[in-house]
Nanobody, 128 residues
Framework: QVQLVESGGGLVQAGGSLRLSCVASGRTFSTYAMGWFRQAPGKEREFVAVISWSGDTTSYADSLKGRFTISRDNAKNTVYLQMNSLKPEDTAVYYC?????????????????????WGQGTQVTVSS
């Protein structure tokens, strides 16, 4: 069992930055691939980024490449999402998720149904 707790959301002006954190309970964090998703009101949950269990491989939604960076610190059981040059359309609840998968990051890593555990989400609001 893995419990995930996100933090770091808030209100920021367009062009600003935020860093989200997700702390995982349990001693098996380093065996999980970790993903970030977001969901805006009235929209489906969408993939943001994923990082492999080792941290060696990352993948991003095409529209977010260059602005968002995912990273992890296995010693701290924490995964991060650095978000720069934020836009009003980035406004959403951001969720971290854990996938008990030590294989290669691929297309399935972009699907919410792939993930075994989810956090409660943290709200990010970007004002224009």
């Amino acid at each position: 069992q893995v419990q995930l707790v996100e933090s770091g959301g808030g209100l920021v002006q367009a062009g600003g930055s935020l860093r989200l954190s997700c702390v995982a309970s349990g001693r098996t964090f380093s065996t999980y691939a970790m993903g970030w998703f977001r969901q805006a009101p009235g929209k489906e949950r969408e993939f943001v980024a994923v990082i492999s269990w080792s941290g060696d491989t990352t993948s991003y939604a095409d529209s977010l490449k260059g602005r968002f960076t995912i990273s992890r610190d296995n010693a701290k059981n924490t995964v991060y999402l650095q978000m720069n040059s934020l836009k009003p359309e980035d406004t959403a609840v951001y969720y971290c998720a854990a996938d008990n998968w030590r294989g290669a990051i691929g297309a399935t890593s972009r699907r919410p149904g792939t993930y075994d555990y989810w956090g409660q989400g943290t709200q990010v609001t970007v004002s224009s």
